[in-house]
């Protein structure tokens, strides 16, 4: 496959063809379109929680941890990138860092500790 297949089509038929690869767990083949899609639409989280994922699954995790900063640096309260983030420092070994992101997302999703 060359590289016009993953930039082929309108942004939405390229945001279907990712969520069908990354369905198919082609996580690598799902970032390929996604790198694109969130180039033309650097504002809209969707596709760029979906290419962080894409790389979080494809072990990419530098990549991974980029775009999730970013995520959140927009949207604090976003807390499944928050989770992500804290994932993500996790599997890196960098778990004084994901403590904070894994607290929060927490604490975003309502889960409390029993008082």
Do not use: N
Request: proline letters at 5%.
């Amino acid at each position: 496959m060359t590289h016009d297949y993953y930039a082929h089509g309108t942004p939405a038929e390229r945001w279907e063809r990712a969520r069908q690869f990354f369905d198919a767990k082609d996580y690598a083949a799902a970032a390929r379109v996604l790198v694109g899609l969130v180039e033309e639409v650097p504002e809209q989280t969707g596709p760029r929680l979906l290419l962080a994922r894409s790389y979080y699954h494809s072990a990419q995790l530098r990549r991974a941890e980029a775009e999730l900063r970013i995520i959140v640096e927009r949207d604090p309260v976003e807390h499944y990138a928050r989770l992500m983030l804290g994932r993500t420092l996790e599997r890196q070994g960098r778990h004084e860092e994901a403590g904070p992101h894994l607290r929060l997302a927490s604490a975003l999703a309502g889960d409390f500790p029993e008082a």
